[in-house]
């Protein structure tokens, strides 16, 4: 049965297949037995029901969902259904509950899921796993190649030995993460394991979150590059998305979300350090 899927946002990691949708349907958009309306943000949730309304005459049934809106998000994970082919989650929720994160309020407990087979790998904090389920895991992905672990490293929870597993795959990149100032010092024990397996900067990524003190942040993006990652800046979101940045903030974020422009200026930067 052909499932119409409709996010109100496009994402890098949602679907394109025909039957993703991205906006209300129009005089050639197709009759399906059930629209999903999937809402991933909590900023989207009029949108997303102004998509469910507009969607109720090309579908038997309109369902509207997703992390932003269902209390039982995440109970499995069906690939290439709400993600695009090649995204898997393995796990959902997370033991730590950070005061500028949501998944612990919108995923709940940490637990394991079903492993499919994918080369991206979009858990919120897969080093919370368990052996086993880490095991699993990394013999899946040791038939895949291009490997990303796009929803980041936990830096706390990163030891040697995971370190080492991952060295023993296809790695493309690894993300991890700098938040706040006081987790320099614990991101650059997780980056130096990594380094001291062969990782190099090539494989190595990490999301800045931006959007408070710009001498703070650019103090943190140009630390994570001396550590030996590539620092991407993201401008802060809260539940509501009711933070207007300026158009000098929305400038500065793009300057550090490039990868050619980040390396340029970067490089510039420690040569004159």
Known sequence: MRIAR??????SMTPIDRDAYFDVPDLFTPHYKEVHI???FTWDKKKGEMLAEAWKKHGDMVYLGGGAISKDYGLDFEPGMYLKKGVIITTRGCIFNCVFCQVR???GEFRELNIKSGHIIQDNNILASSNN???CLMNKLSFEKDIEFKGGL?????TLKRAKD????KIKSLWLA??????IEGLKKAVRKLQKVGFTRNHLYCY??????ARENIYRLREVWKMGCIPFAQLFRNKEDSIKYSKSWKRFQRRWDLPAIIRTRCRSITRKD
Not at 6 to 11: G, K
Not at 166 to 169: E, M, N, P
Not at 178 to 183: E, L, P, R, W
């Open 6 to 11: 409709v996010f109100p946002t496009r994402t």
């Open 38 to 40: 999937s809402v991933t």
């Open 105 to 107: 309020e919108r995923e």
């Open 133 to 135: 389920h880490w095991d």
């Open 154 to 158: 936990d830096k706390r929870l990163l």
């Open 166 to 169: 991952l060295r023993g795959l």
């Open 178 to 183: 700098c938040d706040q100032s006081n987790g």
């Open 208 to 213: 800045v979150l931006i959007g408070d003190n």
